[in-house]
């Protein structure tokens, strides 16, 4: 399994062949980006204490909601350690369709499904999530001590996300084709017409766009969106293609139709292992940080077997196998510790706890931010 996240494919077939500048040296990893860090947009109203279980009595089984292709490769060996936990998985194409998803009936149903730093605030705020304890996963204090409590899993002492891999929004590129590039403002040059493949889904438009125009993506309002539309505007017409599905993605540019792209630096390394003049690069005016992890839905069905199933996907194996088949940035410090020294300095993660202790995320998009930027964005693809 390469492609880490099965999402819903938004293909829009544009412009035609451009030609290209030379290869250029290799150039080294970039570290992460420094943005402004995430504000608690959260009710302030005290959380409900987290679920206790008696005894380990496992219930027969769990009901999980993932990306698809991401932790397929941890399913059967948990269910064989676990016979009584049989997981059940169902699959969502984007963090605010997981949203929904779990709103449309999950809540007493699911037991764990996947969010990130941008969204799981919306979870808590619509009432879909109980807290975590930390204290019922024997691997917890194996995490990064900046992946424990933290502005992007914690809200009022409890804990409601924990996380599972982290990565970055950034460049990627075919240095045979463009040369080395080192700004956003490369996705609107016109040599590289028809060959741009744009980021679909709304963080993914909107960062790129909004630091390319010289505003910070936390600005969301009415003037805002007006400054960042034009750009957009003219991505319509520099973009081969929109992506919102991670093996699209990466087979876009291993095929040669991309030469550049708006992707999570996993897609580049997944890229990368097939085609080595495929790089990433974090723009000089800036990129998105972000955690992924496992949330505990409100009234759990089977929560003895949902903390086990946490646990078991950030245990150390299952966090270096997480790094070697996804390529992405292991939560998991003593996983990190045991990769290919070669695979942990590509995944920003050879320096211990150094390497994620100056982390910062951009404030979490609020429902309303989602919603006008997301109108927006829908009336540019249409040509309004």
């Known amino acids: 399994m390469k492609g880490p996240r099965s999402l819903l494919v938004s293909m829009v077939l544009l412009m035609g062949l451009l030609a290209a500048c ?15 860090p995430t504000v608690s947009t959260a009710p302030t109203a005290a959380p409900p204490q987290p679920t206790t279980a008696p005894s380990e009595t496992y219930e027969g089984s769990v009901n999980v909601l993932a990306w698809g292709g991401y932790i397929d490769y941890a399913i059967p060996p948990f269910e064989e ?10 699959y969502f194409s984007s ?49 990064f001590k900046a992946f424990q409590p933290g502005v992007y899993n914690e809200r009022h002492g409890a804990v409601y996300l924990i996380p599972y891999t982290w990565g970055t929004t950034g460049l990627i590129f075919n240095r045979a084709k463009t040369g080395d590039l080192t700004s956003w403002s490369a996705l609107w040059d016109p040599r590289f017409k028809g060959r741009v493949i744009y980021g679909d889904g709304v963080p993914e438009a909107w960062v790129p766009a909004a630091l390319y125009v010289g505003i910070s993506p936390e600005e969301r309002d009415e003037a ?10 003219a991505m319509m017409s520099q973009a081969r293609a929109l992506w919102s599905n991670g093996d ?11 030469w550049l792209a708006v992707g999570w630096d996993g897609l580049a390394r997944q890229a990368a292992a097939q085609v080595p003049d495929i790089t990433y690069v ?29 646990d078991w996907l950030i245990s150390d194996e299952m966090q270096i196998q997480e790094a070697e088949i996804n390529r992405y940035s292991p939560a998991n410090a003593v996983a990190a510790s045991r990769l290919d020294p070669e695979l942990a300095k590509a995944l920003f993660v050879d320096k211990g706890e150094e390497s994620v202790a100056n982390l910062k995320f951009y404030r979490p998009f609020t429902e309303e931010e989602q919603l006008r930027i997301s109108e927006m964005w829908t009336e540019v693809k249409a040509g309004q």
């Open 22 to 36: 030379g290869p250029t040296p290799t150039m080294p990893p970039a570290a992460p980006p420094t943005a402004t």
């Open 81 to 90: 350690k676990y016979p009584q936990c049989k997981v059940n998985i169902s």
């Open 95 to 143: 963090a605010m369709e997981a949203i929904n998803k779990v709103k449309a009936g999950g809540v007493g149903t699911l037991d764990v499904f996947f969010s990130t730093n941008n969204f799981f605030d919306r979870a808590i705020q619509a009432d879909l999530v109980q807290p975590i304890d930390p204290s019922r996963l024997e691997n917890y204090t194996h995490l």
């Open 224 to 233: 805002a969106i007006e400054k960042v539309r034009p750009a957009l505007q």
């Open 248 to 258: 699209d993605l990466v087979q876009l540019l291993v095929n040669g139709e991309g």
């Open 282 to 310: 974090l723009p000089q005016e800036g990129a998105q940080t972000w955690v992924d992890g496992l949330m505990l839905v409100k009234n759990a069905p089977h929560p003895n077997c949902a903390y086990r199933f946490i």
